[in-house]
């Protein structure tokens, strides 16, 4: 038997968004591409909730209160992480990855990833909803398959 997600959202279906306001101009239009797929796929706005931390470090934590709270069929973790001239990049990226990673296997809710990890503030605004399209739209298209994915495979 084959099981694959589709693009619709249960009925009161209701998702967290928790973004970064560190890079807040890159972090904002990935909070808009994600509630645009939201209610592009049918999502009622008031089932839209948005989860603001300091920055992308703090997502883990913040992601995996949000999930522990039983209100969510999924959540979209949004940020950016611009390299700078320091190895301070490196380590925030790897952390936030790893912390987001582990919060969705301990947790079992659908979790997609929509931080960007960027070289250059160009390519973070490229794919905040420019030329590479809109990774937090992407990011919840794909949380919304992953919920009915979920959804279809049981508990």
Known sequence: ???????????????AVIASRFNHLISDRLVEGAKDSFIRHGGDEKNFDLILVPGA???????????????????????AII?????????VAAE?????????????IPVTF???????????????????GNKGFEAMTGLIELIDLYAKLGK
């Open 114 to 132: 929509g931080v960007l990890t960027t070289d250059t503030i160009e390519q973070a605004i490229e794919r905040a909803g420019s030329k590479a």
């Open 96 to 108: 936030t990855t790893k912390g987001i990673a582990a919060a969705a296997l301990e947790t079992l």
């Open 1 to 15: 038997m084959l099981y694959e997600g589709a693009l619709q959202l249960p009925k009161n279906a209701k998702v």
């Open 57 to 79: 470090f703090e997502l883990p934590l913040a992601l995996k209160k949000a999930i522990k709270t039983g209100r969510y069929a999924g959540a979209v973790c949004a940020g």
């Open 83 to 91: 390299r700078g001239s320091t190895p301070h990049f490196d380590y």
